[in-house]
């Protein structure tokens, strides 16, 4: 039997600064899509969206995405999640100014 489960992240955005997170394996929040934890059940995605949700005094809007990993990259699935990936879209800013 195949898995027909999508693979998924855990993302919010930060209380003080606006970035957007990642849950990480420690349940962690960590700006890096390449350092979140993947979840593969839906039953481990619940819990941690629960203990997230605990953490308001840190982050705010938790919710899971869809993603896809190949070679060990994790790429979200939809445009929405691959554009807050990226950071501010004004150029030089944010995440954008670290590739230059």
Do not use: C
Request: glycine share 4%; aromatic share 8%; proline share 3%.
């Amino acid at each position: 039997m195949s898995n027909t489960q999508p693979n998924k992240v855990i993302t919010a955005n930060h209380l003080l600064n606006g970035n957007v997170v990642y849950l990480n394996s420690q349940f962690d929040w960590v700006n890096r899509l390449s350092d979140a934890k993947v979840f593969t059940d839906e039953t481990s995605i619940e819990e941690a969206i629960i203990n997230a949700n605990s953490q308001q005094h840190v982050v705010v809007g938790v919710y899971s995405i869809n993603i896809a990993v190949l070679n060990e990259i994790i790429t979200p699935k939809h445009f929405r999640e691959q554009f807050r990936n990226k950071g501010p879209s004004n150029y030089n800013h944010g995440k954008q100014s670290e590739v230059l």
